[in-house]
Each structure stands twice: as structure tokens, then as C-alpha cells.
């Protein structure tokens, strides 16, 4: 077999020598999302601090802590978890970094892995310094950077796939073009979102109770902007590009995501502050009585965190599918 | 052409430290009590003075000291005061910060982070008043009133139940919230003393001590102290079993509420809604946000650092009570009133005959709690 000659375009769909990349990049996908969802769950418990030090457990080694003492306290379960769950992504990073190195002869993709593996790693160090420094700054920091790394794994594992190194042929579709722009535009959306949550979920010691207001605002405001971006998304793919499956279903998994979102931001804004005073007004009051730690606050407030990444992940996937497929033929046979 | 990676590394890590190191920062202190003052009218000795007598008195939110006048138990402020953390056993530290410093803030003015997205706002703890207790007039709640308050939380409101933590933790943060309130009503009185008072400066501790601390921690202490006094038992309910008894429970009820004594519609409205006549009704701390004119109103606002909020009296026909929907619960709203807000109680006081007599009260519970379960407040024709 002729060798495929190196490129440094990401997106080039030159047919890497082994699958092995695209596997590690889905199990590193799936060992990433539980770790985003661990994560959420430790701020949700605020249990950020449970452990004092770092990268030792209670002066173990990270993976020398005694189980029982683990399983025995629900804060250091979590928040010693969170850390297991990460070393374990930063050794299938490294795998799949190895792995791309060898088997992928596009540079782009390479670094592309080289990327998240300094993201990996990245996240890691900010989550340890959030410890040792005992700063919520850093906390905040590490909750907003985690849906990006996420993302970049997402990424490789559409970079990976066989669908993307099936030989497409150009074919110019403007309505791919468009659609991936506005894809692009509901991520940074998604992601200006995603820390502006982060703000909400961390409020310094110090902020004044107007910028928790503001803050209130322009998340309500910006997920009514998206709403009819996220919509305008799938009228457009209905209508423009029907005849591609694949940008339909992404952008039918990306409107029913957001309306998730949506959902589990409302609830979850009730198990932390009650019904707020204008919807008693308008249907009635409800009785309900916060519980702080209760199993709703808690489930409701991390899904809330977690869909927010595959959001982010769906919106993410859309833009780069709409720009592979803009050069495809329709008759292509994509799944 | 996007720079190598290679030439990034280093601007990241420069940044990264950039953030660690800025992200410290000092610990956080208590904030002087000036509001509703303007800035100007503290001079900076005088300033100077009260936060030098409060930190003798009091130490920081990360290491809390107490006078011994104060009976506060340093064990369980340790536990609740200083940073967040935890040990392999799971005991806490920081709890306060854990669990309140959003909404309370850290001097525990109720102006942390979240209070103004909050309706009504988060408790005040520098004015020692507490809505819910089980004290007279003019007493502050006993250890229980605060303890059933974290445990059970209020409903309809952003103040959750602590149910979840261990009794030591919800011990501990009672003693915090003694702590915060009592430091924060020594600062009312020292910068009362020192800036209207003209106090000849330097404080002498002794004095603050004796004329200021002492007698607030005393406050504190007498209801635990002389119960009998100051706590009010509701006496058991006269009898509702039969759906007759309860009938007229409620018909009696219902011609108390509507009478002049009881003063229930002015606020209540004739048909419970909340709607009553009196529609400008303010809490003790948003009072002093009330100008004689919307104009003054507005020229102070900026010395406070939550904007006014008007009091909803309750809508008896949602069954929803901050205090608690217990027979008992509502027993003890009528007869000792709500602290610290226009809501009066019923019940004697000392020098103050009662409104209501006990029986009375209980036929008033009675129509109030069938009011929540869809009685109309008047009599059907």
C-alpha cells in the first residue's frame, strides 16, 4: 500500500493506517463525560475541599487509598473519585496521543491529540492548585475549561471515524457553508453559557449582589437568543439539507439537548431558591422547602453541568459535519 | 498560520501562574456596618476604632475569638467559621462558607451574592431579630427556634432544610449564627456610640465590654436561662376530631378574623389573599430604606447595599407558610407575631394584655388552615 503523504489540515479525510485512534478516543470520551459529571457533582456537594491536599490523598498515593476509608465518607467519595476518574482519562489520553502518532498520518489530528492531552493535563494541575490554593477562582476556572477539553476529545473522535475518512467528493453546498457558521455561533453561545453558569455556580466570598443579578439576566437572556438559533438550526437543515442525514440528525439531537438544558436549568434553579415570586403570582404557590445535599438538588444542579458539555459537544460536532459535508455528494453513504 | 504548539506552552503556563497567584488573595474581614449612613459622616479614627474593638472582641471570619461574656462555645465556631475543608473522617470545617456565606454573606448582613435575586432577602443576622422563634416579644429565640429553622428550612422561600448535615454541624452553625448576630449588634452599638455619640476615642474595652457586649450576650442568654418567662408552649388544641367541631372551630375562627381586634384584614384582605388595605408594609432592615418621598427614598438606596423590598403578607388560600403550616406552627405566628416585621402578635406580653385569648387562637388556626384547604373566607349564604 502506497504511504499516505502528511498533512497539517485536521479536517482532511486522508485515511489514517489504524482504527485503534478512533476507539480511544470513544473510550476517552466516555471516561471524560463521568469525570464532567463527578466534577459537577463535587461542586454540587461542595465537596471541592474535601480532600486538603494534592496530588497525594490524605498523604496516599492517589492510587493507594484504602477503599474503605473511600467509600466511607460521601464528600471524599466524590471528590477522591473525580481524581481517579481523571488520572484514568490522562492514561487513555496519552494511549490515544501514542496511538495517532502512529497510526494517523494527519499531523493535524496528532497535535489535535497533543492538545488535549495538554488539556487533560491542564485540568488536572488547575484542579489540584484549586485544592492547595483553596480558591474558588480556580474552582470556577476548572469548571469552564473542563467542557472544552470534552470537547476536543468529541472532536477526535469525529476526526477518527470512518465516516470522515470515507474519499468525499466535491460537491459546493451553500446551505452547509450557512449552517455551519450558525452551528459555530450556537457553540460560543453554548460556551458563553457554560461560564456564565460557572459565575453562578461560583460566586466569590467578595461579589456584590447585583453582579449574581446580572449574571441571572444574561443567562436567562442568552438562552432565549439561543433558543431561536438552536431552532433556526434544524428549520434550516430541514429545509436546505434534507438530503443529509447526518446534519439532520445533529441538529435534531442538538434542539432536544437544549431543550434539556432548559428544563434542567429551571429545575434546578427551584431546588436551589424555591419558585420565584412572579410564578407564585401568575399559577399559584407551590409548597416546596429546599434541601441542601438533597438527592433532587443534587441530581437536577449536575445534570444541569453535564448536558451543558453535550451541548456544547452536539453544537461543536455540527459545525465540523456541516463543514466536511458542505464538500460531499449527496449520494455519499454516510450513516 | 496558528503558532506551534510549542510556542504556546509557555504563554500558558505564564498565565496559569498569572491566575494562581491572583486568585489568592487576602482573607476575607467583615465589612464595616455604615449602612444608611453616609460614608463621610465615619471618620476614619472613628472607623478605625470600632473595627479595632470588634476584631478584639470578636477576631476575623477565619479565626473567630470570643469574650468569655459571650457564653459562645469556641469548639463549634471553629467548626463553622474559617475556610471550607474536611478531614478523612468526614468532619468539616468552614461550614458557614459551605452552606450560607452566598445568601447571608460573610458578616451575615443577608447581602451575600444570590440575596437580591431573592424574595424575601436572605436574614440580617447584625439586627439579632429572627422571624420564626418560640420567645415573646422583644426575646431572642432560644437555641430550639434555630435548630427547628435549619432542620426544616421555610418553605416557599430560598432558605433550605439542613436536614442532610450531622447534629454537630447543625449545632455548629447555630453557634455561628449567635456569633454573627451578637458581633454584628456590639457594631451597631459601638458605631452608634462612637459616631452619634461622640465617644471620646480610644475605646476603652472595659467599657465597650461592660456597657456593650454584656448586656447584648445577656439578651441572648435569658430565654435559655428563664423559659417559663420568655418561651410560649402553644396549650393543646381543643378538640376538632368530628367534622362538626372542626365546623365550628372554623365558623368561630372565621368571626375572629373578620373582627376589628384581631386586626388580621388590614394586611390579609377580607378573603386571605394578601390583599388587605395596608399595602406599604417593610421588614425592620428595609424600613430605613423608606424615604417620606419616592425622591428620598431613591437618594438613599445607594447607602444600602440592597435595594428596598416590600413584605407580601401572606395569601392564606396557598397553604403556604414560611414559618410552618403545624397547627402549632401557626399557633405561635398569631400569638407571638412575626419578629422584626409589621405582623403583631396576638398573644400577652409582658405589661400587654392579650388580643386573643388561647382558645381564641386556636379557632383562628382553624379557619386559617381550612382557608389553605379552599374555605371561603366568608360565609356562604
Redesign the interface.
Known amino acids: 500500500m502506497k504511504p499516505l503523504a502528511v498533512s497539517n489540515d485536521p479536517t482532511s479525510t486522508e485515511v489514517p493506517r489504524s482504527r485503534l485512534p478512533h476507539r480511544l478516543a470513544w473510550v476517552l470520551a466516555c471516561v471524560t463525560f463521568p469525570l464532567i459529571c463527578v466534577g459537577g457533582s463535587v461542586t454540587t456537594y461542595?465537596?471541592?475541599?474535601?480532600?486538603?491536599d494534592w496530588p497525594n490523598t490524605?498523604g496516599y498515593n492517589l492510587f493507594l487509598y484504602p477503599l474503605s476509608?473511600w467509600l466511607?465518607?460521601?464528600?471524599?467519595f466524590l471528590e477522591h473519585g473525580h481524581r481517579l476518574i481523571g488520572a484514568t482519562a490522562g492514561l487513555v489520553t496519552i494511549a490515544l496521543v501514542l496511538a495517532l502518532w502512529r497510526g494517523d498520518r494527519r499531523r493535524g489530528v496528532c497535535?489535535l491529540g497533543?492538545?488535549a492531552l495538554?488539556g487533560v493535563c491542564?485540568q488536572g494541575?488547575?484542579g489540584g492548585?484549586r485544592v492547595t490554593?483553596?480558591?474558588?477562582?480556580?474552582a470556577m476556572?476548572h469548571g469552564c475549561t473542563a467542557p472544552l477539553v470534552f470537547v476536543l476529545i468529541t472532536t477526535l473522535v469525529a476526526l477518527t471515524s470512518p465516516a470522515w475518512r470515507r474519499p468525499a467528493r466535491p460537491a459546493v453546498r451553500p446551505g452547509a457553508q450557512a449552517l455551519g457558521t450558525i452551528a459555530l455561533v450556537a457553540a460560543s453561545g453554548i460556551y458563553l453559557q457554560i461560564v456564565l453558569g460557572a459565575q453562578l455556580r461560583h460566586?466569590?466570598?467578595?461579589?456584590?449582589?447585583?453582579?449574581?443579578?446580572l449574571w441571572?439576566w444574561l443567562h436567562v437572556i442568552l438562552a432565549g437568543i439561543l433558543a431561536v438559533v438552536v431552532f433556526g438550526l434544524l428549520r434550516l437543515t430541514a429545509r436546505r439539507l434534507r438530503d443529509r442525514p447526518m446534519l439532520l440528525r445533529r441538529s435534531r439531537w442538538l434542539l432536544g439537548l437544549f431543550v434539556l438544558q432548559v428544563v434542567l436549568g429551571a429545575a434546578a434553579w427551584i431546588t436551589?431558591?424555591?419558585?420565584p415570586?412572579w410564578f407564585?403570582d401568575l399559577f399559584?404557590?407551590?409548597?416546596?422547602?429546599?434541601?441542601?445535599?438533597?438527592r433532587l438538588q443534587a441530581v437536577l444542579t449536575t445534570a444541569h453541568v453535564a448536558v451543558g458539555s453535550l451541548n456544547l459537544a452536539a453544537a461543536v460536532s455540527l459545525v465540523l459535519w456541516s463543514k466536511r459535508l458542505a464538500r460531499a455528494s449527496p449520494e455519499s453513504s454516510f450513516p | 498560520m496558528p503558532p506551534p504548539?510549542s510556542r504556546l506552552?509557555p504563554v500558558?503556563m505564564m498565565a496559569?501562574a498569572l491566575?494562581?497567584a491572583g486568585?489568592?488573595g487576602p482573607p476575607?474581614q467583615f465589612a464595616l456596618n455604615i449602612e444608611g449612613r453616609r460614608p463621610q459622616s465615619v471618620s476614619p479614627k472613628q472607623r478605625e476604632a470600632v473595627e479595632k474593638a470588634l476584631r478584639k472582641l470578636f477576631g476575623t471570619p477565619d479565626e473567630p475569638e470570643v469574650a468569655e461574656e459571650t457564653h459562645l462555645r469556641a469548639e463549634l465556631l471553629a467548626m463553622a467559621a474559617g475556610?471550607?475543608?474536611?478531614?478523612?473522617?468526614?468532619n468539616q470545617r468552614?461550614l458557614f462558607?459551605?452552606?450560607c456565606?452566598?445568601c447571608h454573606g460573610?458578616s451575615g448582613d443577608g447581602?451575600?451574592?444570590?440575596?437580591?435575586?431573592?424574595?424575601p432577602y436572605p436574614r440580617d443576622f447584625r439586627l439579632g431579630l429572627f422571624k420564626y422563634t418560640s420567645t415573646r416579644g422583644g426575646a431572642k429565640p432560644v437555641r430550639r427556634d434555630l435548630r427547628r429553622t435549619l432542620l426544616?428550612?421555610?418553605?416557599?422561600?430560598?432558605?433550605?432544610?439542613?436536614?442532610?448535615?450531622r447534629s454537630g454541624e447543625i449545632e455548629a452553625l447555630i453557634e455561628y449564627v449567635k456569633y454573627l448576630s451578637l458581633r454584628g449588634q456590639t457594631e451597631f452599638y459601638l458605631v452608634e456610640l462612637v459616631v452619634d455619640g461622640d465617644e471620646p476615642l480610644p475605646l476603652t474595652m472595659e467599657f465597650v465590654v461592660r456597657d456593650g457586649l454584656t448586656p447584648l450576650a445577656r439578651s441572648w442568654a435569658a430565654p435559655e436561662e428563664n423559659a417559663a418567662e420568655w418561651v410560649v408552649v402553644p396549650p393543646p388544641r381543643p378538640s376538632v376530631a368530628t367534622p362538626e367541631s372542626l365546623a365550628e372551630s372554623v365558623a368561630l375562627g372565621r368571626a375572629l378574623y373578620a373582627a376589628k381586634p384581631s386586626q388580621c384584614v388590614k394586611c390579609h384582605g377580607p378573603d386571605g389573599s394578601g390583599q388587605g388595605e395596608e399595602t406599604e408594609l417593610y421588614d425592620d432592615a428595609n424600613k430605613r430604606k423608606k424615604g417620606v418621598t419616592p425622591e428620598q427614598t431613591a437618594e438613599i438606596a445607594p447607602r444600602f447595599?440592597?435595594p428596598i423590598q416590600r413584605l407580601?403578607p401572606r395569601?392564606f388560600r396557598?397553604?403556604?407558610f414560611h414559618g410552618g403550616?403545624a397547627p402549632e406552627d401557626l399557633y405561635l405566628r398569631i400569638t407571638l407575631g412575626i419578629k422584626g416585621t409589621p405582623m403583631p402578635g396576638a398573644g400577652a406580653a409582658p405589661g400587654v394584655r392579650a388580643v386573643l385569648s388561647p382558645e381564641e387562637t386556636w379557632h383562628l388556626v382553624s379557619f386559617i388552615r381550612a382557608l389553605g384547604a379552599g374555605a371561603e373566607a366568608s360565609p356562604s349564604p
Open positions: 461542595r465537596a471541592g475541599m474535601a480532600v486538603p490524605f476509608s466511607a465518607v460521601w464528600d471524599v497535535w497533543a492538545l495538554a491542564s494541575l488547575l492548585l490554593g483553596n480558591a474558588l477562582f480556580l476556572v460566586p466569590g466570598l467578595g461579589t456584590a449582589p447585583g453582579w449574581f443579578t441571572v436551589h431558591y424555591n419558585w415570586v407564585s399559584g404557590k407551590i409548597e416546596y422547602t429546599v434541601v441542601t445535599g438533597g | 504548539a506552552w500558558a496559569l491566575a494562581v486568585c489568592g476575607p475556610p471550607v475543608g474536611g478531614d478523612a473522617e468526614g468552614g462558607r459551605r452552606h456565606v452566598t460573610i447581602a451575600g451574592p444570590t440575596a437580591a435575586v431573592l424574595d426544616r428550612g421555610l418553605p416557599g422561600t430560598a432558605m433550605p432544610s439542613f436536614a442532610q448535615l447595599r440592597l407580601r395569601d396557598q397553604g403556604v403550616a
